[in-house]
């Protein structure tokens, strides 16, 4: 669905990305690991379009976007949650929903498989989003990105700051999104990162380190120290 080929980034004086090369499979999760600061947000910005390539290619299916404009990338089908959630919080819930829908309308169907995963949206629908929790906040940024149909999710920490049982919440909702969204996923929630990852990718100072499978990284101990190191199985 998604492949990054020799991807170099550049933010004004800093080189962020090194030629980052990884893929994401269709059809399942790939979880972009990496410790702080290894580049996993910039990766993201640059494969929707916020940031652009200062070398190398990505292609999206058959196409090549590495010069497209966000809201071209949007529209081929790529959607993008931001580690800092990207909600209008003086709009209500049902307001955020309608704005990031393309029709400027809401399908039925649609909005009742979104209540679904997230019940606390249909409780407070006609609430401002500000006075949502961090988790109901988080819940409503990733339903403004799948309120249309997506063939890619970018989310970037979708756990961070979160509460255990608003995690394990977030875990379920998460594997009913993936049976019919391609994702790609920043965590650093290991718990999270095993429970769903079916691909990983680790980055480390701007370039791709490993990859393989999640449940390979989540049985070799030695592997996790040698790459992020700490046992990740301690960091649950």
Partial sequence: MLELSGVHTHIGPYHILQGVDFAVPSGGLTMLLGRNGAGKTTALRTVMGLWHASKGTIRLA??????????????AGVGYVPETMGIFTGLTVKENLVLAARERELDDARLGWIFQLFPALKRFW???????????????????????????LLIDEPTKGLAPAIIAGMIDAFRELKQSTTMLVVEQNFRFAKSLGDTVAVMDSGRIVH??????LAADVPL?????????????
């Fill in 211 to 216: 990859t393989g499978a999640m449940a390979e």
């Fill in 224 to 236: 996790q120290t040698r790459l992020l190191g700490l046992d990740l199985g301690a960091h649950q």
């Fill in 62 to 75: 058959s196409s090549d976007i590495t010069a497209a404009q966000t809201p071209d990338i949007a529209r």
């Fill in 126 to 152: 006609t609430l401002p989003a500000g006075g949502l929790s961090g988790g109901q906040k988080q819940m409503l940024s990733i339903a403004r990105a799948v309120i249309e149909p997506r063939r890619l």
